[in-house]
C-alpha cells in the first residue's frame, strides 16, 4: 500500500482516499545549518582539502551534493576517494573557502575583488549556481574600462553568455571604449569582430572606426604590415569624409603603403582626390 492512501473495499469496488502527506519546508536548511554547525565544531568532518597554504575541513557528502568535481572525485573510485586529505590544485584558496561555506549555506559573497576568481574556482568545482552567480554579477557591472578585460576573462573560461554580453556592451560603446588603453591591447581577431560588426554604435560617425584602427596601428607595428590592409577593408570608405588627409598623416605611412600593395593594385588610389594621388604616387615610387 502506498504511503499517504488507505484502501477501502465495499461491494467489489475498491474506493481510495488520499491522506495528505505532511512537507517540512524548513527542515533542509536546518539540516544545512546543522551541518554548517558540525562542519564549525569540527565534528564529523571525513576530508580535508588543502589548497596553497590552507586546509579546509568538510563533510564528503555536502560537497558531492553541490559540485560534480567532488561527486566524480568521492564516487566513483578515484584515488583521493579514500583519502583523508586531498590537495586541490590550481584553485585559489580564498575562493574555495567561499565555495566550501556557499555549499553549506547557500549564500555567496561576491565583490569585485573576488569574482573572477570565484568564477574560475566554481568553473573548476563545476558548481553551476556559483557559476551563473559570478557571471551576472560581472555582467551587472560592465562599463567602457572593464568589458574588453571581462570579455577576454570570459573566453578564456568558456563563459559563452559573458563574452556576449561584454562584446555586446563594447559594441554599443564603441566610441568610448576605443579611446581607452585597454583598447590597444586587444588581439587582431578581437579589433577584427569589432570592425566588421554591423551593429556599432557610432554617434560620431566611421571616422571612430577608422581612427580606432589607427590608433591600434600604431600601438601593434609588429602586426601592422600583416593585417592593416584587411582591417581597413572592413572599414566603410565612402561614410569618411576626412578620409583621405587623415590617411595621409598616419605615422606609419610607408608600412601603410606596402600593405596597400599587398592588396593585390594600387587601385585604392583612386578613392582619393587628384592633388592627393599625385602626392601619394610620389612616396609609393620608392616602393615601385
Known sequence: MDAGKETLKSSGVVLTNTMPNFVDDSLPKEMLESMYTLRRNGELCDVELAVEQNCFRAHRVVLAASSMYFRAMFCRQMAESGQRRVVIQGVDGEALESLIKFAYTCILEINEENAQSLLAASNFLQMLRASEACCKFLQERLDSSNCLDVADFAEFQSCGELLEAA??????????????????????????????????????????????????????????????????????????????????????????????????????????????????????????
Not at 571612430?208 to 572599414?235: G, M, T
Open 167 to 288: 562584446l555586446k556592451f563594447a559594441r554599443q560603446n564603441f566610441s568610448e571604449v576605443s579611446r581607452h588603453e585597454r583598447f590597444l591591447q586587444i588581439s587582431y581577431t578581437r579589433l577584427k569582430h569589432f570592425l566588421s560588426s554591423n551593429d556599432l554604435h557610432l554617434p560620431d560617425g566611421e571616422e571612430i572606426v577608422f581612427q580606432a584602427l589607427v590608433r591600434w596601428s600604431k600601438n601593434n607595428p609588429s602586426e601592422q604590415l600583416a593585417h592593416f590592409a584587411e582591417l581597413l577593408d572592413l572599414v566603410k570608405l565612402p561614410l569618411l569624409g576626412k578620409f583621405s588627409s587623415a590617411l595621409v598623416s598616419l605615422t606609419y605611412i610607408h608600412v601603410t603603403w606596402l600593405c596597400l600593395l599587398s592588396c593585390g593594385s594600387c587601385t585604392c588610389l583612386l578613392l582619393f582626390p587628384l592633388k592627393v594621388r599625385s602626392s601619394l604616387q610620389l612616396k609609393l615610387q620608392p616602393i615601385l
